[in-house]
């Protein structure tokens, strides 16, 4: 792997943790088990891996952005999650923030900055 696509991996996996753990909140607005979490993610377009994603569950509950309880389902024990309170304004603060940025992010990308070119003012 070249320096550049080491950079680049790196870069995509930092963008990608931000954006799981918001996918996760959001998705766990509704309770799911793992498996089913990781099914919806992906029906939507966003594959996670099991060593990604119970780790994540178990550092969000940790946190007390989530909560969860062993049921019975199907003759198997399942650890269920869904959003703690705390979970649901976290949630709607992060959207917020989601927006703000990704409203920010898109104007950059839309118009060239002509602020910082030689005879700017001039256009």
């Known amino acids: 792997m070249t320096v550049a696509e080491n950079t680049f991996e790196n870069l995509r996996l930092e963008l990608r943790r931000g954006c799981l753990t918001l ?27 099991e060593s990604t994603l119970y780790p994540l569950l178990r550092r969000l509950e940790t946190q007390g952005l989530l909560a969860s309880q062993w049921r019975e389902e199907d ?37 060239p900055n002509t602020e910082n070119e030689p005879n700017a003012e001039a256009k």
Do not use: P
């Open 23 to 49: 996918a996760v909140l959001a998705q766990l607005k509704q309770e799911h088990y793992g498996y089913t979490l990781r099914k919806e993610l992906a029906e939507r377009g966003l594959e996670i891996d």
């Open 75 to 111: 003759k198997r024990n399942k650890r269920f999650y869904r959003l703690s309170s705390d979970g649901e304004q976290i949630l709607d603060r992060l959207l917020d923030e989601w927006n703000n940025i990704n409203a920010s992010v898109s104007r950059i990308l839309e118009s």
